[in-house]
């Protein structure tokens, strides 16, 4: 690792509290998670005592209303909040991204009984959520999962396997797509299932080539009784919430991409900065002068797309299309920075001592969660041309 420290983001914030705020996960990032980063991953280690930390300061509420127990933040500001954690360490960026769907669901849909009773303590209350919608046979095809809710009184029983479920196995609570009709997406609802259920059980975390310390599991409900209390919206709106959920999800793993395309190239230019060869630093080289500006173009550029859907968000506006494009774009800009990266650092860049390595392999699965960059295409194309003629 470099001596050098990188220069913060020049951000246009919209209020004085937003620089505050900014400040803030700066320090945070700075003494808590950076310096602790790579020693963790490396370990495989979880860092709970942040999150607490995070949820105790106000950062894992901040795009929810401050009525519910959020930080009233637009989604401009949230977006840049989790994109300064990513660079630090994107196990806690994506893992706050994460938390924040778990929580759209019922702050979107939930009744107001339902969000006092729960929203304070999953908003701020030190809590950790998980979204359950994958399954082993129903990943990009969403729509045709097999988990079942059964009623049963005023309960409900679920059954089935869920898969890919960051934070499974340690989540305090986990939003669940389940199917209670029809075959197809008119037949899902949504749920509230607390941690410790009876029944529910998670696998072994799957081994990955990144992010090792956030942990993905499977989660297994055998006969998990939930309260209809715990329904979230009405029985079969549960894909909708689900598709509502992802296109700000799909945003806030944009910010993610951008913040570990960040960190990569903070590391490529100190790094070029401070070695020399043939008597003179390599920054000097236009080739490789050539790949930093390549390098911070499709950051700058990525940055200002998620912030443009962003912008749509905070207004009311339709923004499916721009979000699609933004986690699509974003997360292969952070592909091509971060594999950039690794070669101006050469043989170095393919070692454990520099953070290179470790991003470029993070960044890899951004261009898969919350949707592959495939269907994000797809989603895309029926925006500009309407759906495929079968």
């Not at 996960?25 to 490396?42: G, K, L, W």
């Not at 969403?142 to 396997?161: F, N, P, Q």
């Not at 598709?243 to 903070?266: F, N, T």
């Not at 236009?286 to 749509?312: H, N, P, S, V």
Request: proline share 5%.
């Amino acid at each position: 690792m470099t001596d050098r420290a990188p220069q913060p983001v020049d951000r246009q914030l919209p209020t004085e509290e937003s620089r505050d705020l900014i400040a803030l996960v700066r320090e945070i990032a700075q003494r808590e998670i950076r310096p602790r980063a790579a020693e963790e991953e490396d370990a495989g280690r979880f860092p709970r005592e942040v999150f607490t930390l995070l949820s105790e300061s106000g950062l894992l509420g901040l795009p929810y209303a401050g009525e519910i127990g959020g930080g009233d933040q637009p989604y401009e500001v949230y977006l840049q909040v989790l994109e300064e954690l990513a660079a630090a360490r994107l196990t806690v960026g994506l893992g706050v991204s994460v938390h924040s769907l778990a929580c759209h669901g019922l702050a979107g849909y939930g009744t107001k009984e339902q969000q006092g009773e729960h929203l304070p303590a999953m908003l701020g209350g030190g809590l950790l959520g998980a979204y359950c919608l994958s399954e082993p046979a129903a990943g990009s095809d969403a729509a045709s999962l097999a988990t079942k809710a059964v009623r049963e009184g005023e309960d409900w029983i679920l059954t089935g396997t869920k898969a890919w479920i960051t934070h499974g196995g340690i989540a305090d609570f986990y939003t669940v797509l389940a199917r209670t009709g029809v075959p197809g997406p008119k037949g899902i609802t949504a749920f509230l299932v607390p941690g410790d259920a009876p029944g529910l059980t998670a696998a072994v975390p799957e081994k990955k080539m990144g992010m090792k310390g956030s942990p993905t599991a499977q989660l297994h409900f055998d006969g998990v009784r939930v309260s209809d209390a715990r329904r979230i919206g009405e029985e079969g709106q549960g894909f909708s919430i689900a598709l509502a959920a992802l296109d700000a999800g799909r945003l806030g793993i944009a910010a993610c991409a951008i913040g570990v395309a960040q960190a990569a190239l903070d590391e490529a230019l100190a790094y070029a900065l401070d070695r020399k060869q043939f008597g003179h630093p390599i920054a000097d080289f236009q080739g490789l002068r050539f790949m930093l500006a390549d390098m911070a173009t499709k950051i700058e550029a990525g940055r200002a797309l998620y912030l443009a859907a962003a912008r749509l968000r905070d207004a009311g506006k339709p923004f499916s299309r721009q979000a699609a494009m933004a986690k699509l774009f974003c997360t292969d800009a952070a592909m091509a920075v971060t594999t950039d990266a690794v070669q101006v650092l050469g043989g170095y860049g393919y070692t454990a001592d520099f953070p290179v390595e470790r991003l470029m392999r993070e960044a890899k699965v951004l261009q898969i969660v919350e949707g592959t960059n495939q269907i994000q295409r797809m989603v895309i194309a029926r925006h500009l041309a309407g759906p495929e003629s079968r």
